[in-house]
């Protein structure tokens, strides 16, 4: 037999004595192991099913969990007027980061001076970091993590669960949390709008879809869910073709007409495919036409109502006799829009500067506005020659080339500014001065009798 120690190992001497007296004691330790590692193997296979089953039971509740916090603090999130104190919050946070910015200019400077022998190298390399310095990088608002508060909320939610699900499970999640994102940016925008301008709203949408799409780009999902509905539109052509034929009703042939509902009206399965990464996409690009049509008409929008009203009339030939069509007429909507764009352009491309805060955006976003207006002072002039305007009459409207148009854009536009501008919308605070007050005549003799009756006393 096979004898064991203290410790509780086997004595190898005992098993080897064993094995030369009776060689089939050897095959029964063998087979005593082998059994005793097939219960351990099942035993390890039942503690992995039950440790599979407690993890499938934690990650259905923990997107239970998930889908209940999204839609009561994404959906149902009411903002504070703090939230919604556009473009208010971003000019403090950039008044923040400037002042951050010139304390370290100034101690740059401070510690510079106090070099008395630098070599030309190095102060070309010191002149070079104060002008990064100079330059601002990112927005102070990003820099901060100061966005609104649901997309805030959205994608710390989203990289908590990242590593947590299943990639199939993660993509459904994933695809409800950014569609409720964008329904929250876009119910904050019309609030914005309705608060300050139309201008403002869209551009906060803009930003934080820009932000929304390049965050979950590094996602290695797709952020796609099928799903399956059900069309009825063919029970309802059977169905009135069976109110069509009520004698066939009861016919024992092939032309039934319940049969032929039977078989024709039976509902179609169809599937959907959605997307929040186009999603995202679509309504980006339904904010940025928005914006682009809003600011030509901030921009032109005398001469966009006349070029409609124009277009309409029938016919052309006769469109220099209508009173609203005059010369004068003209001039003075050509003479409107070009002190719109003298007025309105600046604050407009600092309204942009300010939300979007990226050089690359801005030049993309403002190109479409410019071809816009060049566009529409290019069409008042083929009107007027269309038309059959004298010269005269294009002397007295005075309407500029498009050449012309684009230097007067580039002499309007906020880089020609040298005072600071403020955000479109936004108004400069007027201080105003009290004077002191002078006293009447009248009011000096009372004051000198009742001192006068004070005295007496």
């Not at 219960?39 to 499938?56: D, E, Y």
């Not at 923040?96 to 030309?120: G, P, T, Y």
């Not at 990112?138 to 590593?163: E, K, N, Q």
């Not at 932000?211 to 169905?239: G, H, W, Y």
Request: proline share 5%.
């Amino acid at each position: 037999m096979v004898t064991c120690n203290r410790t509780g190992l086997l004595d190898l001497r005992s098993q080897v004595y064993c094995r030369r007296s009776c060689p089939l004691q050897g095959v029964d330790v063998l087979i005593y192991w082998r059994h005793v590692l097939a219960m351990t193997q099942a035993a390890v296979s039942m503690l992995g099913l039950s440790a599979r089953a407690l993890l499938q039971d934690a990650q259905e509740r923990l997107v239970f969990r998930a889908h209940v916090q999204l839609r009561q603090d994404v959906l149902a999130y009411r903002p504070a007027p703090p939230d919604l104190a556009y473009p208010r919050q971003l000019l403090t946070m950039e008044n923040i980061a400037q002042s951050i910015q010139e304390q370290s200019l100034k101690r740059s400077d401070s510690r510079n001076s106090m070099i008395s022998d630098v070599s030309a190298t190095s102060q070309e390399v010191a002149n070079i970091n104060v002008e990064a310095q100079r330059r601002p990088q990112v927005s102070p608002a990003d820099l901060h993590g100061m966005w609104y508060p649901t997309v805030r909320r959205t994608l710390a939610a989203l990289s908590r669960l990242y590593r947590c699900l299943e990639k199939r499970v993660f993509q459904g999640l994933a695809q409800e949390a950014i569609s409720l994102c964008v329904q929250s940016v876009d119910s904050a925008a019309k609030q914005i709008s309705a608060n300050q301008t139309c201008i403002d709203g869209q551009l906060f949408e803009i930003k934080h879809l820009l932000i929304l799409r390049e965050q979950i780009a590094p996602f290695q999902v797709d952020f796609i869910v099928k799903e399956m509905t059900l069309d009825f539109s063919n029970m309802k052509n059977a169905a009135y073709g069976l109110m069509q034929k009520p004698r066939q009703i009861f016919s024992l042939n092939s032309t039934n007409a319940l049969l032929e509902f039977l078989l024709e009206g039976t509902p179609m399965v169809r599937e959907h495919l959605l997307d929040s990464r186009k999603e995202v996409d679509r309504q980006l690009k339904g904010s940025c036409e928005r914006f682009i049509k809003d600011s030509t008409e901030i921009l032109v929008g005398p001469m966009i109502a006349f070029i409609e009203k124009a277009n309409s009339f029938q016919p052309l030939e006769h469109l220099k006799h209508q009173p609203w069509a005059s010369p004068e007429q003209i001039a003075a909507a050509v003479t409107e829009a070009q002190r719109r764009i003298r007025t309105n352009l600046a604050p407009l491309q600092r309204s942009m500067q300010l939300y979007l805060t990226n050089k690359e955006t801005e030049f993309i976003l403002f190109r479409p506005i410019r071809n816009n207006v060049v566009g529409y002072f290019v069409q008042v002039g083929q009107l007027l020659t269309n038309a059959g305007y004298t010269d005269e009459d294009c002397l007295i409207v005075a309407c500029p080339t498009p050449e012309q148009v684009s230097v007067f854009i580039s002499s309007a536009s906020l880089i020609s500014h040298s005072e600071p501008v403020l955000p479109y919308g936004q108004k400069r605070k007027t201080s105003t001065v009290q004077k002191p007050s002078i006293p009447s005549v009248q009011e000096k003799e009372e004051k000198q009798s009742e001192q006068s009756s004070v005295s007496t006393v």
